[in-house]
């Protein structure tokens, strides 16, 4: 370990607390805390968007996915960015018109059932927490690697830091440390993009075919079906890619700190320009990994090859370049859980104790009090159940976490916008099946039961095919919304009416001025 590592990595810290400091000073109130008072213009959400978005599992896991697999490493840069697409046109503005401070008011601003809020809050933590166990398995693998702590120490170096972020400086540190992140995440991958495109002499022909070379996969590299070799299999994954982004807590959380929905969709556009740069460059690192870096070494320095990235730092700018990235790296899943643990103490501060225990009745001092003890709590259980997970490949973990949100919350959310028939039944039944489905079927799938040892969580045969279950319960989410629904005699067609033209106008629209 170099003094260039430590300096940088310290550097990065100190910025990223200096920030905290000066936003702590502006956190007052519970809109402060929940979504910077909604203060944020649309080039910022839109960075601090794609830097929350681009995670661990961007960052290193798909970077050691390509390296590993290939073309079906890819998968999940062109899933990921597609789902914007279903955010931007289905989701942002709708529900920046009808929410305040967390998903479960979006579709409350329809039902106003306790119940219903109960089951989103739910919801919330559950994604968050599994997001969030990704983020941490990958800062502990690079911290290990680094300075050659144990794994679990590491783990809980990161939580600790996170959770300072979200105790004191709320959205407003959590929204100012990913905008950081993203400009010195998106500096780092262009940087190593040149530098590999510089050792194929600027020719990504050739680029293609030497990969196919320097593999023991030879031209199967470049195909799809050396990872995924079940079709049914791959397409469930894409669903869950595809759709899940839409019903993440801590994305859809960013649409609320910014002042209207206009604003909220050139957030989108931004964010999605530059994740679709991003993603387009994972190539390069992947590729790169797999040339320079090499299949055995990867493997060795992390089972699920969430080192390839900066290990071929190492390998083509030294140990300067290898400290910046893996300083980058760290920001990247600081930023990240910062702003799962600030949606998943929402979620229980703001509706389960503001709304449901104390009947919106907490003031601001309980609920901002509420949240930074939901945060701890948070933290605490993401970090414990992080420890178990250390081999696991991250943009794995995170592809169950957008399977549980496409299966449990997007069906909510187009049903509530979109269908007047919906009542709070359908609310109800959609989001409870979507949640149990998803979490029931993983707990029975080949990626915790695998009859090889070592492979998954488990020894043993799964009862269930397909390593992530989104073909089935996404279905099985929208599919319990409409039975709950037909099956229920309840019925407010008057309140949709009122729901369609706040969706869609923004009109009386708590904070909106006309």
């Known amino acids: 370990m170099s003094a260039t590592v430590v300096i940088l990595f310290l550097a990065i810290v100190i910025l990223t607390l200096v920030i905290t400091f000066f936003a702590a000073r502006k956190t007052q ?29 961007s960052f290193l896991g798909i970077a050691g996915a390509i390296a590993l697999y290939g073309f079906d490493g890819f998968f999940y840069s ?33 039902f106003d059932a306790s119940k219903v809020r109960g089951a989103a809050a739910l919801n919330t933590i559950t994604i968050s927490t599994f997001y969030m166990v990704a983020q941490l398995v990958g800062a502990g693998a690079l911290i290990q690697l680094l300075f050659g702590i144990p794994y679990w120490a590491a783990v809980l170096i990161v939580g600790v830091m996170m959770t300072i972020y979200v105790l004191f400086g709320g959205m407003i540190a959590t929204s100012w440390v990913q905008i950081v992140k993203a400009v010195l995440l998106m500096a780092g991958m262009v940087v190593m993009t040149f530098l590999v495109l510089l050792k194929f002499n600027f020719n990504i022909g050739q680029m293609f075919t030497d990969v196919k070379s320097v593999t023991a996969h030879g031209e199967a590299y470049l195909m799809p079906g050396l990872q995924y070799t079940e079709p049914l299999s791959t397409i469930s994954l894409m669903l869950a890619l595809v759709l899940g ?39 390069f690192l992947g590729f790169g990994a797999a040339a320079f870096v090499g299949y055995e070494n990867i493997l060795a320095a992390n089972p699920g090859g969430n080192m390839a990235a900066p290990l071929l730092a190492q390998v083509i700018g030294g140990d300067i370049l290898f400290a910046f990235i893996s300083a980058v790296a760290f920001a990247t899943i600081l930023a990240v859980v910062a702003g799962l643990v600030l949606s ?25 009090r509420a949240a930074r ?21 991250v943009a794995f973990l995170v592809s169950l976490a957008f399977c549980i949100a496409a299966s449990a919350n997007l069906p909510v959310i187009l049903y509530t916008i979109y269908w007047k028939r919906f009542n709070t039944a359908g609310a109800v039944t959609a ?48 599919l319990g919304g409409y039975l709950g629904t037909i099956l229920s005699k309840e019925t407010d067609m008057k309140r949709y009416a009122e729901v369609k033209v706040k969706a869609n106008t923004g009109y009386k629209r708590s904070g909106v001025s006309h």
């Open 29 to 57: 109130t519970a809109g402060d805390f929940y979504t910077a008072g909604g203060g944020l213009t649309g080039m910022q959400n839109g960075l601090a968007i794609a830097g929350d978005y681009l995670s661990a599992a």
């Open 78 to 110: 062109i899933g990921f960015l597609i789902a914007y697409l279903v955010v931007l046109f289905l989701v942002a503005e709708p529900l920046r018109n009808l929410g305040k401070f967390t998903l479960a008011d979006m579709i409350n601003s329809r």
């Open 245 to 283: 982004t839409a019903g993440l807590p801590h994305i859809l959380m960013r649409f609320f700190t910014v002042r209207d929905a206009p604003t909220a969709r050139s957030s989108v556009v931004i964010a999605t320009w530059v994740i679709g740069i991003f993603y387009v460059l994972t190539l």
């Open 344 to 368: 998943g103490a929402s979620a229980f501060a703001h509706d389960l104790y503001g709304q449901i225990i104390k009947k919106g009745k907490a003031t601001e001092r309980e609920q901002v």
């Open 373 to 393: 003890y939901a945060s701890l709590a948070v933290s605490v259980l993401s970090i414990v159940l992080a420890l178990f997970a250390q081999y696991l490949n």
């Open 431 to 478: 989001m409870l099946t979507g949640l149990f489905s998803a979490l029931i079927l993983v707990s029975i799938s080949p990626s915790v039961f695998s009859p090889v040892e070592g492979a998954a969580l488990f020894v043993g045969e799964p009862i269930f095919p397909l390593t992530n279950p989104a073909l089935v319960s996404v279905p099985l989410g929208f």
